[in-house]
Protein backbone atom coordinates (compact mmCIF):
# COMPACT_ATOMS: atom_id res chain seq x y z
CA UNK A 1 0.00 0.00 0.00
CA UNK A 2 0.95 3.68 -0.92
CA UNK A 3 1.44 5.78 1.69
CA UNK A 4 0.47 9.43 0.62
CA UNK A 5 2.11 12.31 2.42
CA UNK A 6 0.48 15.90 2.43
CA UNK A 7 2.82 18.69 4.14
CA UNK A 8 1.47 20.93 6.34
CA UNK A 9 2.33 24.87 5.50
CA UNK A 10 2.03 25.86 8.69
CA UNK A 11 4.17 23.83 11.30
CA UNK A 12 3.66 24.49 15.33
CA UNK A 13 5.87 25.85 18.02
CA UNK A 14 6.93 23.51 20.08
CA UNK A 15 5.61 23.80 23.60
CA UNK A 16 7.33 26.60 25.94
CA UNK A 17 5.94 24.88 29.00
CA UNK A 18 8.49 23.33 31.38
CA UNK A 19 8.31 20.74 32.43
CA UNK A 20 5.95 18.99 29.52
CA UNK A 21 2.53 17.82 30.85
CA UNK A 22 1.26 14.54 29.28
CA UNK A 23 -0.72 14.22 26.57
CA UNK A 24 -1.52 18.19 26.33
CA UNK A 25 0.33 19.45 23.40
CA UNK A 26 0.55 17.40 19.75
CA UNK A 27 2.54 17.41 17.30
CA UNK A 28 2.34 18.98 13.62
CA UNK A 29 1.25 15.24 11.67
CA UNK A 30 -1.09 12.61 12.15
CA UNK A 31 -1.03 9.65 10.35
CA UNK A 32 -5.02 8.01 9.21
CA UNK A 33 -6.37 4.51 7.03
CA UNK A 34 -9.34 3.40 6.00
CA UNK A 35 -11.25 -0.02 6.21
CA UNK A 36 -13.79 -0.76 4.08
CA UNK A 37 -15.25 -4.59 4.16
CA UNK A 38 -14.53 -6.28 1.11
CA UNK A 39 -11.87 -3.69 0.15
CA UNK A 40 -9.36 -3.91 3.20
CA UNK A 41 -7.11 -1.41 4.64
CA UNK A 42 -6.82 1.80 1.91
CA UNK A 43 -5.98 5.78 1.52
CA UNK A 44 -2.93 5.37 3.95
CA UNK A 45 -1.78 8.94 4.59
CA UNK A 46 0.00 11.16 6.64
CA UNK A 47 -1.81 14.95 7.01
CA UNK A 48 -1.45 17.69 9.10
CA UNK A 49 -3.15 17.06 12.47
CA UNK A 50 -6.39 18.17 13.03
CA UNK A 51 -10.05 17.44 13.82
CA UNK A 52 -11.65 14.72 11.99
CA UNK A 53 -15.01 14.94 10.64
CA UNK A 54 -17.45 12.25 11.57
CA UNK A 55 -21.12 11.82 11.24
CA UNK A 56 -23.20 11.86 14.35
CA UNK A 57 -24.26 8.32 13.67
CA UNK A 58 -20.93 7.06 13.05
CA UNK A 59 -20.92 3.53 15.54
CA UNK A 60 -17.83 4.36 17.80
CA UNK A 61 -20.48 6.88 19.63
CA UNK A 62 -22.98 5.03 20.68
CA UNK A 63 -21.30 1.49 20.87
CA UNK A 64 -17.62 2.21 21.68
CA UNK A 65 -16.14 0.04 19.26
CA UNK A 66 -12.57 1.09 19.71
CA UNK A 67 -9.27 0.54 20.17
CA UNK A 68 -5.93 2.01 21.43
CA UNK A 69 -2.60 1.78 21.63
CA UNK A 70 0.22 3.83 24.01
CA UNK A 71 4.03 3.20 22.98
CA UNK A 72 7.17 6.16 23.55
CA UNK A 73 9.54 7.39 20.77
CA UNK A 74 12.69 8.61 22.58
CA UNK A 75 15.95 10.95 22.10
CA UNK A 76 19.04 9.59 22.91
CA UNK A 77 21.95 11.24 23.64
CA UNK A 78 23.69 11.06 20.08
CA UNK A 79 20.23 12.82 18.74
CA UNK A 80 18.83 9.74 17.71
CA UNK A 81 15.25 8.72 17.76
CA UNK A 82 14.11 4.98 19.17
CA UNK A 83 10.67 3.33 19.45
CA UNK A 84 10.60 0.43 22.58
CA UNK A 85 8.97 -2.34 21.33
CA UNK A 86 6.55 -1.02 18.70
CA UNK A 87 5.76 -4.34 17.29
CA UNK A 88 4.44 -5.52 20.18
CA UNK A 89 2.03 -2.97 20.20
CA UNK A 90 0.68 -3.75 17.02
CA UNK A 91 0.25 -7.14 18.02
CA UNK A 92 -1.66 -5.95 20.71
CA UNK A 93 -3.91 -4.02 18.52
CA UNK A 94 -4.71 -6.55 16.75
CA UNK A 95 -5.14 -9.00 19.26
CA UNK A 96 -8.21 -6.32 20.75
CA UNK A 97 -9.06 -5.86 17.21
CA UNK A 98 -10.22 -9.84 17.09
CA UNK A 99 -12.03 -9.52 20.57
CA UNK A 100 -13.74 -6.63 19.40
CA UNK A 101 -15.09 -7.71 15.98
CA UNK A 102 -12.69 -5.00 14.26
CA UNK A 103 -9.95 -5.65 11.74
CA UNK A 104 -6.55 -6.08 12.31
CA UNK A 105 -3.67 -4.49 10.25
CA UNK A 106 -0.67 -5.34 8.93
CA UNK A 107 2.40 -4.59 11.61
CA UNK A 108 4.78 -4.20 9.03
CA UNK A 109 3.00 -1.33 7.26
CA UNK A 110 2.07 0.14 10.37
CA UNK A 111 5.49 0.20 11.63
CA UNK A 112 6.96 1.66 8.46
CA UNK A 113 4.27 4.19 8.31
CA UNK A 114 4.82 5.47 12.37
CA UNK A 115 8.33 5.20 11.54
CA UNK A 116 8.11 8.00 8.93
CA UNK A 117 5.23 9.84 11.05
CA UNK A 118 7.90 10.08 13.75
CA UNK A 119 10.99 11.13 11.66
CA UNK A 120 8.69 13.81 10.02
CA UNK A 121 7.51 14.96 13.64
CA UNK A 122 11.13 14.32 14.84
CA UNK A 123 11.45 17.77 16.26
CA UNK A 124 9.13 17.24 18.34
CA UNK A 125 10.73 14.76 20.20
CA UNK A 126 12.03 15.69 23.41
CA UNK A 127 15.71 16.85 24.68
CA UNK A 128 14.36 17.71 27.95
CA UNK A 129 15.47 14.79 30.74
CA UNK A 130 13.22 11.63 31.21
CA UNK A 131 10.69 13.61 28.57
CA UNK A 132 9.49 11.69 25.16
CA UNK A 133 6.80 11.40 22.22
CA UNK A 134 3.97 9.65 23.70
CA UNK A 135 2.22 8.03 20.58
CA UNK A 136 -1.31 7.00 20.62
CA UNK A 137 -2.53 4.60 17.83
CA UNK A 138 -6.29 4.14 17.56
CA UNK A 139 -9.31 2.40 15.44
CA UNK A 140 -12.73 3.05 15.80
CA UNK A 141 -15.87 2.16 13.64
CA UNK A 142 -17.19 4.44 11.33
CA UNK A 143 -20.25 3.18 10.12
CA UNK A 144 -23.32 5.75 9.93
CA UNK A 145 -26.21 4.25 11.12
CA UNK A 146 -27.49 2.90 14.22
CA UNK A 147 -28.28 -0.48 14.83
CA UNK A 148 -25.82 -2.98 16.73
CA UNK A 149 -23.78 -4.84 14.41
CA UNK A 150 -20.09 -5.10 13.52
CA UNK A 151 -19.17 -1.54 11.17
CA UNK A 152 -17.98 -2.36 7.90
CA UNK A 153 -15.60 0.30 7.66
CA UNK A 154 -12.81 1.87 10.25
CA UNK A 155 -10.34 4.61 10.92
CA UNK A 156 -6.82 3.85 12.10
CA UNK A 157 -5.53 7.02 13.07
CA UNK A 158 -1.81 8.04 15.14
CA UNK A 159 -1.79 11.02 16.65
CA UNK A 160 1.66 12.41 19.27
CA UNK A 161 2.43 14.41 21.87
CA UNK A 162 5.82 15.28 23.44
CA UNK A 163 5.22 13.87 27.36
CA UNK A 164 7.18 15.74 30.65
CA UNK A 165 8.59 12.59 32.63
CA UNK A 166 5.80 10.99 34.81
CA UNK A 167 7.29 12.10 37.87
CA UNK A 168 6.97 16.09 38.40
CA UNK A 169 9.90 15.81 41.24
CA UNK A 170 11.26 13.02 40.56
CA UNK A 171 10.53 9.28 40.99
CA UNK A 172 7.77 9.13 44.05
CA UNK A 173 5.61 6.53 45.76
CA UNK A 174 2.34 6.80 44.87
CA UNK A 175 -0.80 5.64 46.84
CA UNK A 176 -3.53 3.49 45.26
CA UNK A 177 -6.73 3.10 46.21
CA UNK A 178 -8.27 -0.91 46.71
CA UNK A 179 -11.62 -0.72 44.84
CA UNK A 180 -14.88 -2.68 46.74
CA UNK A 181 -17.52 -1.32 44.52
CA UNK A 182 -16.87 -1.27 41.22
CA UNK A 183 -15.30 -4.02 39.41
CA UNK A 184 -13.25 -3.07 35.43
CA UNK A 185 -13.57 -6.32 33.85
CA UNK A 186 -14.67 -9.82 34.06
CA UNK A 187 -13.40 -13.34 32.36
CA UNK A 188 -14.66 -13.04 29.13
CA UNK A 189 -15.45 -9.77 29.30
CA UNK A 190 -13.02 -6.79 27.12
CA UNK A 191 -10.84 -6.54 30.17
CA UNK A 192 -7.53 -8.15 28.08
CA UNK A 193 -8.49 -6.18 25.08
CA UNK A 194 -7.06 -2.28 25.15
CA UNK A 195 -10.66 -0.61 24.30
CA UNK A 196 -11.70 2.68 25.56
CA UNK A 197 -15.11 1.21 26.84
CA UNK A 198 -13.05 -0.16 29.52
CA UNK A 199 -12.12 2.99 30.78
CA UNK A 200 -15.20 4.70 30.47
CA UNK A 201 -16.67 2.17 33.53
CA UNK A 202 -13.77 3.18 35.30
CA UNK A 203 -13.94 6.56 36.07
CA UNK A 204 -16.19 6.85 38.67
CA UNK A 205 -14.03 4.54 40.59
CA UNK A 206 -11.26 6.94 39.86
CA UNK A 207 -12.85 9.77 41.28
CA UNK A 208 -14.05 8.41 44.41
CA UNK A 209 -10.44 7.49 45.02
CA UNK A 210 -9.05 10.77 44.65
CA UNK A 211 -11.47 12.19 47.40
CA UNK A 212 -9.44 9.20 49.59
CA UNK A 213 -6.19 11.15 47.92
CA UNK A 214 -5.27 8.00 46.11
CA UNK A 215 -3.51 8.66 43.15
CA UNK A 216 -5.22 5.35 41.16
CA UNK A 217 -7.57 2.39 41.57
CA UNK A 218 -6.90 -0.85 42.20
CA UNK A 219 -8.95 -3.18 40.62
CA UNK A 220 -10.07 -6.81 42.03
CA UNK A 221 -11.61 -10.05 40.18
CA UNK A 222 -14.91 -9.33 39.44
CA UNK A 223 -16.47 -12.51 40.63
CA UNK A 224 -15.17 -13.07 43.78
CA UNK A 225 -13.60 -9.22 44.22
CA UNK A 226 -10.49 -11.47 46.69
CA UNK A 227 -7.72 -11.28 43.68
CA UNK A 228 -5.90 -8.51 42.40
CA UNK A 229 -5.96 -7.99 39.00
CA UNK A 230 -4.00 -4.51 38.27
CA UNK A 231 -4.00 -0.88 38.93
CA UNK A 232 -5.90 1.75 36.54
CA UNK A 233 -3.59 1.73 33.50
CA UNK A 234 -0.79 -0.23 34.77
CA UNK A 235 -0.21 -3.98 36.11
CA UNK A 236 1.11 -4.43 39.34
CA UNK A 237 3.47 -6.10 41.01
CA UNK A 238 4.90 -7.19 44.48
CA UNK A 239 7.98 -8.33 46.10
CA UNK A 240 7.19 -11.16 48.31
CA UNK A 241 9.72 -12.72 50.32
CA UNK A 242 12.62 -12.90 47.85
CA UNK A 243 10.16 -13.33 45.03
CA UNK A 244 8.54 -10.96 42.32
CA UNK A 245 4.96 -12.21 42.43
CA UNK A 246 2.43 -10.70 40.10
CA UNK A 247 -1.32 -11.22 39.00
CA UNK A 248 -1.77 -14.03 36.34
CA UNK A 249 -2.93 -12.73 32.55
CA UNK A 250 -6.26 -14.19 33.26
CA UNK A 251 -8.44 -12.56 30.63
CA UNK A 252 -9.47 -9.98 32.51
CA UNK A 253 -6.26 -8.51 33.13
CA UNK A 254 -4.60 -6.45 30.30
CA UNK A 255 -1.04 -8.00 28.95
CA UNK A 256 1.06 -4.93 29.93
CA UNK A 257 4.22 -4.79 27.35
CA UNK A 258 6.29 -2.66 30.83
CA UNK A 259 4.92 -6.08 32.80
CA UNK A 260 6.79 -8.60 30.44
CA UNK A 261 10.03 -6.64 29.75
CA UNK A 262 10.04 -6.23 33.55
CA UNK A 263 9.43 -9.73 33.65
CA UNK A 264 11.95 -11.08 31.57
CA UNK A 265 14.93 -8.41 33.12
CA UNK A 266 14.08 -9.49 36.49
CA UNK A 267 14.27 -13.15 35.28
CA UNK A 268 17.72 -12.11 33.79
CA UNK A 269 18.70 -11.31 36.57
CA UNK A 270 18.14 -14.69 38.82
CA UNK A 271 15.23 -13.56 40.15
CA UNK A 272 11.89 -15.66 41.07
CA UNK A 273 9.16 -14.31 38.87
CA UNK A 274 5.99 -16.19 40.00
CA UNK A 275 2.68 -15.25 37.41
CA UNK A 276 -0.63 -16.70 39.62
CA UNK A 277 -3.14 -15.55 41.68
CA UNK A 278 -2.88 -13.36 44.55
CA UNK A 279 -5.43 -12.35 46.89
CA UNK A 280 -5.77 -9.17 48.67
CA UNK A 281 -5.93 -10.93 51.88
CA UNK A 282 -2.56 -12.33 51.15
CA UNK A 283 -1.55 -8.75 50.25
CA UNK A 284 -2.46 -7.48 53.76
CA UNK A 285 -1.56 -9.62 55.90
CA UNK A 286 2.17 -9.56 54.11
CA UNK A 287 2.29 -5.42 54.02
CA UNK A 288 1.60 -5.84 57.86
CA UNK A 289 4.35 -8.75 58.52
CA UNK A 290 7.28 -6.98 56.21
CA UNK A 291 6.58 -10.44 53.89
CA UNK A 292 5.57 -8.32 50.69
CA UNK A 293 8.22 -5.42 51.46
CA UNK A 294 7.89 -3.49 47.66
CA UNK A 295 5.00 -2.88 45.71
CA UNK A 296 5.04 -1.25 42.57
CA UNK A 297 2.92 -0.41 39.08
CA UNK A 298 4.14 -1.06 35.76
CA UNK A 299 3.24 0.91 32.01
CA UNK A 300 4.61 2.51 29.54
CA UNK A 301 3.61 6.12 30.80
CA UNK A 302 5.39 5.46 34.15
CA UNK A 303 7.51 2.51 33.47
CA UNK A 304 8.13 1.66 37.07
CA UNK A 305 5.96 3.26 39.27
CA UNK A 306 6.21 2.36 43.30
CA UNK A 307 3.90 2.26 45.11
CA UNK A 308 3.57 3.71 49.38
CA UNK A 309 0.72 3.18 50.31
CA UNK A 310 -2.62 0.87 49.73
CA UNK A 311 -6.00 2.36 50.90
CA UNK A 312 -8.48 -0.38 51.95
CA UNK A 313 -11.56 -1.11 54.13
CA UNK A 314 -11.06 2.93 55.31
CA UNK A 315 -7.44 2.41 56.56
CA UNK A 316 -4.23 3.12 54.37
CA UNK A 317 -1.29 0.50 54.82
CA UNK A 318 2.39 1.52 54.36
CA UNK A 319 4.18 -0.40 52.14
CA UNK A 320 7.88 -1.13 54.32
CA UNK A 321 8.57 2.60 55.07
CA UNK A 322 6.63 4.03 52.28
CA UNK A 323 9.75 5.18 50.10
CA UNK A 324 10.54 3.76 47.04
CA UNK A 325 12.03 -0.06 47.53
CA UNK A 326 15.93 -1.33 46.22
CA UNK A 327 14.24 -3.81 43.45
CA UNK A 328 12.09 -1.14 42.23
CA UNK A 329 14.25 1.69 41.96
CA UNK A 330 17.05 -1.30 39.82
CA UNK A 331 14.32 -2.38 37.71
CA UNK A 332 13.28 1.44 37.09
CA UNK A 333 16.83 2.33 36.04
CA UNK A 334 17.48 -0.82 34.16
CA UNK A 335 14.37 -0.58 31.98
CA UNK A 336 14.44 3.39 31.40
CA UNK A 337 18.20 2.75 30.96
CA UNK A 338 17.65 0.45 28.07
CA UNK A 339 14.96 3.13 26.62
CA UNK A 340 16.79 6.39 26.45
CA UNK A 341 20.19 4.35 25.63
CA UNK A 342 22.23 4.33 28.61
CA UNK A 343 21.96 0.29 29.00
CA UNK A 344 23.08 -1.83 26.63
CA UNK A 345 19.89 -3.32 24.69
CA UNK A 346 20.33 -6.58 25.55
CA UNK A 347 16.75 -8.00 24.42
CA UNK A 348 16.74 -6.38 21.13
CA UNK A 349 13.67 -4.23 22.33
CA UNK A 350 14.77 -0.69 20.54
CA UNK A 351 14.11 0.58 16.80
CA UNK A 352 15.87 3.20 15.57
CA UNK A 353 13.34 5.98 13.48
CA UNK A 354 16.42 7.10 11.56
C1 LIG B 1 -2.12 0.03 28.62
C2 LIG B 1 -2.50 -0.59 29.90
C3 LIG B 1 -1.56 -1.18 30.77
C4 LIG B 1 -0.07 -1.10 30.56
O1 LIG B 1 0.38 -1.65 29.37
P1 LIG B 1 1.81 -1.22 28.81
O2 LIG B 1 1.92 -1.98 27.52
O3 LIG B 1 2.82 -1.67 29.79
O4 LIG B 1 1.78 0.25 28.63
C5 LIG B 1 -2.04 -1.81 31.90
N1 LIG B 1 -3.35 -1.85 32.18
C6 LIG B 1 -4.27 -1.28 31.38
C7 LIG B 1 -5.71 -1.36 31.76
C8 LIG B 1 -3.89 -0.63 30.22
O5 LIG B 1 -4.81 -0.06 29.44
Known amino acids: MDLEIIKTDCPKDLPSEHPLPFGKYFTDYMFEMDYTAGTGWHDARILPYGPLSLDPSCMVFHYAQEIFEGLKAYRHGDGSVWLFRPEDNFKRLNNSALRMSMPEVDIDFCLS ?3 KLVSMDSRWVPEEENASLYIRP ?24 PSGSYYKNGITPIRIGIEERDVRA ?5 GGAKCGGNYGGSIRASEKAKLDRCDQVLWLDGVERKYIEEVGSMNIMFKIGDKLVTPELSGSVLPGITRDSILRIASSWGIPVEERKVSVDEIVAGIASGHVSEVWGTGTAAVVSPVGELFYEGKVLTVGDGSIGQLTSRLY ?7 WGTKPDSFGWMTAVK
Do not use: N, P, W
Open 333 to 339: DELTGIQ
Open 138 to 161: FMIATDCALGVHASATYRLCIIMS
Open 113 to 115: ALK
Open 186 to 190: VRGGT
